[in-house]
């Protein structure tokens, strides 16, 4: 079974501080994305990666960057976190397309609360 | 612009009852089409997908859904529901060509009353 595994399920992190989101796959899969989930608003991407050092921005990357220096990890950083930001988190990862009748596989997500 | 439309944001159903889901795309050619769960406090499972050919596609739990391109829909659908199935479902879509992510509905929130 493919697993993707965030290394936090919740997260308390103070204002301005640094926040890093840790999300790890087993598949070898080329895709990593990471995502926000709001009431109402559903899954938003923040950004995604298709290659190791390579990134794109998703449709609401402001106050957010990435790292990919490894295949399998793909790192969320908030450089300084504001409450706005608290949300679940959720990682994901695919095959390289999906025109090859693959799909995405989620994280189990991280919640993370700025106060 | 593509999206994704997920009319129904709560929806309050009798166990044993039936279950339509309704989801409506808007892309320029017709997308690769996705059903997620998610129970609470858990990740996104998939429930079932559709990239071409047959229309009606099955997928785990009792769920089917149909595509119609007529409509731009690919609703949801389970005979007899369960108290198990009281979840978020999430529809989704891809529109091919690059690692850019699936395109997510806002969700529709299932009740199940007893």
């Known amino acids: 079974d493919v697993k993707v595994t965030q290394s936090s399920r919740y997260l308390v992190k103070r204002t301005g501080e640094k926040v890093f989101l840790e999300c790890v796959q087993d598949?070898?899969?080329?895709?990593m994305f990471w995502y926000r989930q709001d009431p109402g608003l559903g899954l938003r991407l923040i950004y995604f990666?298709?290659?190791?050092?390579?990134?794109e921005k998703g449709d609401i990357p402001e106050g957010y960057s990435v790292s990919r220096e490894k295949k399998e990890r793909f790192s969320l950083i908030l450089e300084s976190a504001s409450t706005n930001q608290t949300s679940m988190y959720l990682c994901?990862?695919?095959?390289?397309?999906?025109?090859?009748?693959?799909?995405?596989?989620f994280g189990q997500g991280t919640r993370l609360t700025v106060v | 612009a593509q999206s994704v439309t997920q009319p129904d944001i709560h929806i309050t159903v009798s166990e044993g009852a039936s279950l339509e889901l309704r989801c409506n795309y808007s892309?320029?050619?017709?997308?690769?089409l996705f059903w997620y769960v998610q129970s609470p406090g858990q990740g996104l499972q998939l429930l079932l997908k559709?990239?071409?050919?047959?229309?009606l596609v099955q997928g785990i739990k009792g769920f089917e859904a149909e595509f119609k391109r007529s409509q731009s829909s690919f609703n949801l659908r389970k005979p007899s529901v369960h108290w198990s199935d009281a979840a978020e479902y999430f529809c989704?879509?891809?529109?091919?060509?690059?690692?850019?992510?699936?395109?997510f509905g806002k969700g529709t929130h299932l009740i199940i009353q007893p």
């Open positions: 989704a879509a891809y529109s091919g060509g690059g690692a850019d992510g699936l395109t």
């Open positions: 559709y990239f071409s050919g047959d229309t």
């Open positions: 598949m070898d899969h080329e895709n």
């Open positions: 892309y320029g050619a017709t997308p690769y």
């Open positions: 994901a990862s695919s095959l390289v397309s999906f025109v090859m009748n693959t799909e995405a596989f």
């Open positions: 990666s298709y290659d190791v050092k390579m990134k």
